[in-house]
């Protein structure tokens, strides 16, 4: 079975309505052997911040060292999003194996005028996939209520009602009394139900519950709200009977505090309930890990640009809240929702904004921009113009938004998810040399089997995969058919709210002609037209960011102050030995020297704070007069931020941001950021991943990781992006990523590679001390790709073989025969 085929079946399902009782959910279960039976669980219900204390509990599960599944809804690109294990979206594999077990099963029961809903399959499937990976604890987002949820059907061992509104009161009741109740019976058997609604609802909550523990102000645990600590933090404090923590969250607003003080008292009762002890900074480092997007997300500062999936009056009034801790000019709302909602409640709650871009979602179930123009003119708004997509709309109030201004563009976590796009969207050039790599790209893009037995012999020439919306695509494929071009869809076309791929097959003049026709084109085509224009450098200016990849592939040059290194052993673990290394490699042709105090090969041992700063920055100050960029390889911010105070340029982080200051470092230093794909940093090798394609599923995690660096204030020209070879992956793996590295060009990132005599080179038949060619083939490869930086031990032969592959291809280019 096919991806797109398996998906379509699960988005079929939309078309029974939700469905209020677990028996249909135990049903398609007790199918699949009951594979919930032996998960401890966590269920988080509630009318708001379910999803965002869901995120948080998980976070800090994950900390505290378990293997955790996480389940929510609803998903912003990708259904794969709902379904995670330790931040992992489902292999589509999976999907395609749990429909493959499930589809007789379902229709059968549809036979029976029962078939499963599209949420309770998801839940059945997010269930049986953390089974199968053999989690510790899964953290179940609720869907509807508690009672008759689909997520009920397991008994959790913890669980929590973060907030009580009047919501789906078809379903649950017409009164708050009725709706906590409904909610409150996700309380599990032998433990209290964590809860942040007080008055009735507390009382209702009681009613249903028993034992209960209250976070809030004069509750059993108190969340503190310090405010701000920059554009995307704030901080907070929690105390409880006999804990308390001091952290900072990547998300704002007094109501955070609260849900990180319910998220922390689940994971304290789950680790109890395994017999452990959580510690109050795992509980620190947790939570500010916690990104999610779409929460009141700031993606840019200039002008201050807010994404917040607010769906109901409710969680209006908590951005409005929020936006009173910002200084800004005049605010630029772009606003879209469901038809269903309480716009007239929402404009009323909302900021009055100076201009409203009224936007439609492309969704069906999306309210006609028309009518909420009509919202928001009665709610005094002083300007309010229509755009009929969200690109569109976000695009327009970007551009008449001065710097001091503010951008807020809110309404329905699908509205947020199109506006999102600008930063995520990836347009991801693929090499297509023969008849079987346009087979392998059309099919990777879920493309039918016959429209890639009709596409593959066209192919053969520029190729970008992206992904974007129904209407985009049909828009993309008919103007590139009428300029001779190719167009192939994925078999998701036919869905509501998907983003869908799509792979587009063309000369560079189609492309060029392609750009122009998109230019002013409605329903945010302009923007994707843009993008392209970007990735295939049409009319675009040569980079000029003053760093050493701006010519070509430059050479980082590893020096390594470490006992321990799996290659140079420790062999320049003295400054004066360093020196006069690092004076070589310059010598020989590097550009950066890389300088690392903490080893990080399979079974290395941590080193301390304190020790790695010994080792490193002394090295730094003994160079920094050198001829070259220095770089720090290190996971710690506080090494990070003492290297770079003593002469470092590039901080190297080869755990991707798993330290939640160290994209502030970065920034506040304006340091280029090397941002690395790890799983594991020391390496686990004994850490088996199933990734679908190693390279677009590299390609989508880093993703989020550049963004967030983004976030911080650092310009994607010196957020440098690695692939991570050998860190998760297989030889096998690593050799794909090193073969179609181009590809990590669609991050808009400058790209590295460390593949230094590697392990990897024992699939190619090299040992341990005969790499040194291997690694020269690597480099020249990496350099025929447009690797715009290599990082080795052996300057001298690297920068030999990235001179011998820039020479041939300018040579190639120019037609030079002398």
């Known amino acids: 079975m096919k991806f797109h085929d398996a998906a379509n079946f699960l988005y079929d399902l939309r078309r029974f309505g939700p469905r209020p009782g ?78 493959e077990h499930v589809e007789g099963h379902v229709r059968d029961r549809g036979a029976e005028g029962i078939s499963p809903t599209f949420f309770e399959a998801t839940t059945a499937m997010a269930l049986w996939q953390f089974a199968r990976e053999g989690v510790d604890v899964v953290v179940l987002e609720v869907g509807i209520g508690g009672k008759k949820d689909a997520t009920s059907v397991v008994d959790p061992v913890a669980s929590a009602v973060t907030s009580v509104t009047l919501e789906h009161t078809g379903v649950l009741g017409d009164t708050i009394e009725e709706i906590a109740q409904d909610k409150a019976h996700v309380a599990p058997a032998d433990a209290p139900l964590v809860t942040g609604v007080d008055g009735v609802a507390l009382d209702a909550v009681r009613s249903i519950a028993g034992e209960v523990v209250t976070v809030g102000a004069g509750g059993d645990v108190v969340p503190t709200y310090g405010g701000r600590t920059n554009h995307t933090e704030a901080a907070i404090g929690i105390e409880g009977p006999d804990w308390s923590v001091d952290t900072r969250l990547p998300t704002l607003g007094a109501h955070q505090s609260e849900n990180a003080a319910i998220a922390a008292t689940l994971a304290r009762h789950v680790i109890d309930e395994q017999g452990g002890d959580l510690a109050e ?104 113009v229509t755009n009929n997509s969200v690109e569109g709309a976000l695009s327009r109030a970007l551009r008449e938004a001065d710097a001091d201004d503010c951008v807020l563009v809110t309404g329905s976590l699908f509205t947020v998810a199109e506006a999102r796009t600008r930063w995520t969207r990836l347009q991801v050039p693929k090499r297509v040399e023969e008849i079987n790599d346009a087979r392998a790209v059309l099919s990777d893009a879920h493309v039918t089997d016959p429209g890639v037995w009709r596409m593959r012999g066209k192919g053969v020439h ?148 304190d020790e790695e700063i010994d080792r490193v920055v002394p090295v730094i100050e003994a160079i920094a007069d050198l001829d070259a960029m220095i770089s720090v390889d290190t996971r710690k911010a506080e090494v990070a931020r003492a290297a770079v105070e003593a002469g470092a340029d590039i901080i190297n982080d080869v755990s991707g941001l798993e330290d939640p200051e160290m994209r502030f470092v970065a920034a506040e230093h304006d340091a280029a950021l090397v941002v690395m794909h790890s799983v594991d940093a020391p390496v686990d090798p004994d850490t088996e991943i199933e990734y679908d394609d190693v390279v677009e599923d590299v390609i989508d995690q880093l993703a989020e990781r550049v963004l967030l660096a983004e976030k911080a204030g650092l310009d994607r020209e010196q957020i440098v992006v690695d692939p991570g070879l050998g860190f998760g992956k297989s ?88």
């Not at 007790?30 to 379910?50: E, I, R």
Request: with cysteine.
């Open 22 to 99: 677990i028996e249909s959910t135990a049903d398609l279960l007790a199918a699949l052997d009951d594979p919930h039976d032996d998960l401890d669980c966590v269920q988080v219900a509630g009318s708001n911040g379910k999803g965002s204390t869901a995120r948080m509990t998980e976070s800090i599960l994950r900390e505290a060292g378990l293997t955790v599944g996480l389940f929510t809804s609803p998903h912003l690109e990708d259904l794969r999003e709902r379904i995670r294990v330790d931040g992992r979206k489902i292999p589509k594999a999976a999907v395609c194996e749990f429909v």
């Open 281 to 384: 900074t795992t509980i620190e480092t947790g939570l500010r890990r916690s990104h999610w997007p779409g929460r009141f997300e700031v993606v840019e500062q200039e002008p201050l640009t807010v994404l917040d999936g607010a769906h109901n009056p409710g969680a209006c009034e908590r951005i409005a809240e929020v936006l009173t801790e910002f200084e800004y000019d005049d605010l630029h709302l772009v606003f879209g929702a469901m038809h269903d909602k309480d716009h007239r409640a929402m404009a009323d709650t909302l900021p009055t904004a100076d201009r409203v871009v009224a936007c439609q979602p492309d969704l069906d179930r999306a309210e006609d921009e028309a009518v909420l123009a009509r919202v928001f003119e009665a709610s005094g708004a002083e300007e309010v």
């Open 731 to 818: 030889s096998a793996e690593s050799f794909e990523l090193l073969d179609r590295c181009d590809e990590l060009a669609a991050l808009g990132c400058p790209i590295m590679v460390g593949h230094s005599h590697k392990s990897m080179f024992a699939l190619s038949g090299q040992d341990a001390d005969e790499r040194l060619p291997s690694t020269i083939a690597g480099t020249t490869l990496a350099t025929e790709r447009g690797v715009d930086i290599v990082r080795v031990h052996d300057v001298a032969e690297n920068a030999a073989a990235v001179t011998v592959a820039e020479t041939a291809a300018g040579t190639m280019s120019s037609g030079t025969d002398d």
């Open 462 to 609: 520029r190729v970008l995969k992206t992904r974007v919306q129904k209407r985009q695509a049909q828009y993309l494929k008919e103007e590139l058919l009428s300029l001779g071009g190719e167009c192939a869809l994925s078999g998701l076309n036919d869905q509501d709210d998907v983003i869908i791929d799509v792979v587009m097959m063309a000369t560079m003049a189609q492309f060029n002609r392609l750009v122009d026709k998109l230019d002013g084109q409605p329903y945010g085509l302009s923007v994707v037209g843009e993008e392209i224009r970007e990735t295939l450098g049409i009319r675009t200016a040569e980079p000029d960011s003053g760093y050493p990849w701006d010519d070509g592939t430059a050479v980082m040059g590893i020096l390594n102050i470490t006992p321990d290194s799996f290659h140079d052993g420790g062999e320049y673990n003295a400054v004066a030995e360093a020196r006069e290394r690092a004076e070589r490699m310059v010598a020989n042709g590097a550009a950066i020297l890389d300088v690392g105090g903490e080893s990080t090969r399979p079974g290395a041992e941590p080193v301390s704070v």
